[in-house]
């Protein structure tokens, strides 16, 4: 079962940032899944390390539009990127070492600072990089 489902309500109107937001999803998804079936820890250590690396892949791609465009909140913007960035990977590194669990809580902090992300900060740079012809 899903815990987070895409819908167009978490659509920023840009077609590269929401086709990477869905892969985040799916991600999230794919280890809610894995966690809940009991997968062992190298299947659900593999899932973690690919949903770190994307992320980390998703902000630098969303930074290098918003430098290329001179987006105002750039600055707000990175901060709450390398804020979760790392956080996400402090829990890889915990995980990996075999100091730290995957839980509901950790599921519950991850759906909801996607969704809170995409619907606040993210959905603030769409009309700015409309705009200026990206979508």
């Known amino acids: 079962m899903s815990l987070i489902t895409w819908s167009d309500e ?10 990477q937001h869905k892969r985040l ?6 280890l809610h899944d894995a966690m809940s079936a009991g997968k062992g820890s190298k299947v659900l250590g593999k899932i973690l390390s690919e949903l770190a690396d994307y992320t980390v892949y998703h902000f630098r791609t969303e ?5 290329k465009h001179d987006y105002p909140g750039l600055g707000s913007h990175r ?3 390398a804020e979760l960035t790392r956080q996400v990977l402090d829990f890889k590194d915990r995980f990996e070492a075999g100091e730290a669990v995957l839980s509901m809580e950790l599921m519950k902090f991850l759906t909801d ?3 809170n992300h995409i619907l606040d900060a993210d959905k603030a740079y769409t009309a700015f990089l409309n705009s200026r012809g990206v979508s």
């Open 63 to 67: 930074e290098a539009v918003f430098e």
């Open 25 to 30: 999803v799916a991600l999230i998804n794919e």
């Open 79 to 81: 901060d709450s990127h």
């Open 10 to 19: 978490l659509s920023v109107g840009v077609s590269a940032f929401d086709n």
């Open 113 to 115: 600072w996607l969704t």
